[in-house]
């Protein structure tokens, strides 16, 4: 799987936009970006995935560049539950059943400010 | 209803000593996996198992026995324990179907301190 690359933290006002860019320019054709969170304390929650068109479903949206090198997670709202760690995953279906591990890196820690 | 639950949810013990760590998801999955979180927080796969048959291993201490009684369980048994054990460790599960992209869903996670 691809290695991406993701700011250590960020900040963003409660109510505005979150976004939050990672990297992953050894991507290959096949491979998709996942993104999930890790609110403190809970277990990784998954929120949205994309090969190469952009995504939207009701937790957030995921803009793909054109090369694919990159890609940039909104959340349109930020509230105060947002806070967590955002981690940008990137891994190709596998052929075998049972062997689609995530291989997590150290992600963003996404800080909403009241 | 907890789509995957973990038992218990903290764990305290003794060096040396044999515990275990219980994983039950009600989505009807067939695939399950154990993921240790370090103090450093670093999340990381150790054991997949999908329709009982052991599929991940990776390179995790013998120590360290999964045990899959169902497609619906998938439980963790360590042996002898040390204080690198000190983590927190998540079940997760996912309905896999070969080249299929699927999502995982975690459990709440149990805290392990060993001393």
């Known amino acids: 799987d691809a290695k991406t690359t993701q700011p250590t933290s960020m900040d963003c006002a409660e109510g505005r936009a979150a976004n939050l860019p990672c990297n992953h320019s050894?991507?290959?054709?096949?491979?998709?970006v996942y993104w999930y969170r890790q609110i403190h304390s809970q277990g990784p929650q998954y929120i949205i995935h994309?090969?190469?068109n952009n995504e939207t479903n009701e937790m957030a949206s995921l803009i793909i560049t054109e090369d694919r090198k990159s890609s940039t997670l909104i959340l349109p709202h930020a509230t105060l539950r947002d806070t967590a760690v955002y981690y940008c995953?990137?891994?190709?279906?596998?052929?075998?059943?049972?062997?689609?591990?995530?291989?997590f890196g150290t992600g963003t820690r996404l800080t909403i400010i009241p | 209803d907890t789509a995957v639950s973990q038992t218990p949810k903290y764990l305290v013990t003794q060096m040396g000593n044999d515990k275990s760590i219980k994983c039950e998801q009600n989505?009807?999955?067939?695939?399950m996996y154990w993921y240790k979180q370090d103090s450093k927080k670093f999340l990381k796969i150790m054991f997949s198992?999908?329709?009982?048959?052991?599929?991940i291993n990776e390179t995790v201490p013998n120590r360290f026995s999964p045990k899959s009684p169902d497609k619906a369980h998938l439980n963790l048994h360590i042996n002898s324990l040390e204080l690198g054990d000190s983590a927190v460790y998540f079940c997760?599960?996912?309905?896999?179907?070969?080249?299929?992209?699927?999502?995982?869903?975690f459990g709440p996670g149990t805290r392990l301190l060993v001393l």
């Open positions: 997760a599960s996912s309905q896999d179907k070969g080249y299929s992209q699927e999502t995982q869903y």
């Open positions: 050894t991507i290959s054709g096949n491979e998709y």
């Open positions: 994309g090969l190469k």
């Open positions: 995953i990137v891994r190709a279906p596998r052929s075998n059943f049972g062997n689609e591990k995530l291989t």
């Open positions: 989505l009807g999955h067939d695939t």
């Open positions: 198992y999908n329709n009982k048959e052991l599929i």
